[in-house]
């Protein structure tokens, strides 16, 4: 069972990005849109009078969402909902372009990311509630996106809001939150496993070996990790001790060549969640003192 505290958590992030992507798209998709006019307006409502939304350049690309009749259509450009002039676009049902960032946007369960536009095609992985993902075209209802880790695939874009961060111009900031909040998530649904048993080459979710539980907590959210604590030590960037956040890989070496011989999920305040060899079960211990803090080697972040 998910944690009350996961569920509050969710909410919390998801409030926080609707606020980055407060006028996207949430519903199907038409297609996609090509400006043909040197600047086509966006505008309020379907007519020359009403207010102007912004102004689109020749060559942009807009999310069709419905055709409004008399020549116009309800369009997301840049995450604004407004409506432009038919007679300035080009749509095509199926499309490859650069809308920009995607907020996965559910009620609370995990969307499916197809191999391609349909649900009869092969599941490629679920993203969890709050991600946001790169769009790079359209097909027949359908958002053609790639993950943060690179993985490529397509997903109901009933369940998408476009992004864009609070200066206008879509990502970086949507995106930064996202990962931080998704890191928080993360420790939430760790920590639901708290005590499960310990057990050597154990995937989860009724054991786990300690390179097991990183990696199946991470595949709940989209991320790929490679099998061993040395191998995931090259997966993410860098972090230094001191600022190290929720979600974080946390490694340790001891008795061992290799770069790391164990590896958990930093908590924060100084804690890390991890499938210990000590007690053979999940548990939580402290990375600031003691001996986990003698045989600390790094941190890496993947969110």
Known sequence: ?????????????????????????????????????????????????A???STASAGDTVVVLEDAGDGWYLVD????????SGEYLTVEQTADAAIGYGLVNTDGSALNVRSG???????????????????????????????????????SSEYMVTCRDSAGSRGDDAVTSANSGLGQQAVDFAMQYLGCPYVYGGNGPSCFDCSGFTSYIYRHFGYTLNRTASG???????????????????????NTSK?????????????????STNTYTVRIDNLTYGHYCNVYVGGRRIM
């Open 1 to 49: 069972m998910i944690l009350p505290k996961k569920l509050l958590c969710t909410a919390c992030v998801t409030a926080a990005l609707t606020a980055l992507c407060a006028v996207g798209a949430s519903a199907a998709c038409l297609g996609v849109g090509t400006v043909e006019a040197d600047n086509l307006r966006l505008r309020e409502e379907a007519g020359t009078e």
């Open 51 to 53: 207010a102007v939304l």
């Open 77 to 84: 450009y840049q995450a604004i909902e407004g409506y432009m």
């Open 117 to 155: 536009p349909s649900t009869d095609s092969e599941k490629v992985v679920a993203l969890y509630n709050g991600t946001v993902v790169t769009i790079t075209g359209v097909d027949n209802g359908w958002f053609k996106i790639v993950t943060q880790n690179g993985t490529e695939g397509y997903v």
């Open 232 to 254: 995931q030590l090259s997966n993410g960037q860098s972090v230094s001790k001191s600022e190290l956040r929720p979600g974080d890989l946390v490694f340790f070496r001891y």
């Open 259 to 275: 770069a790391a011989s164990h590896v958990g999920i930093y908590i924060g305040g100084g804690q890390f969640i991890h499938a």
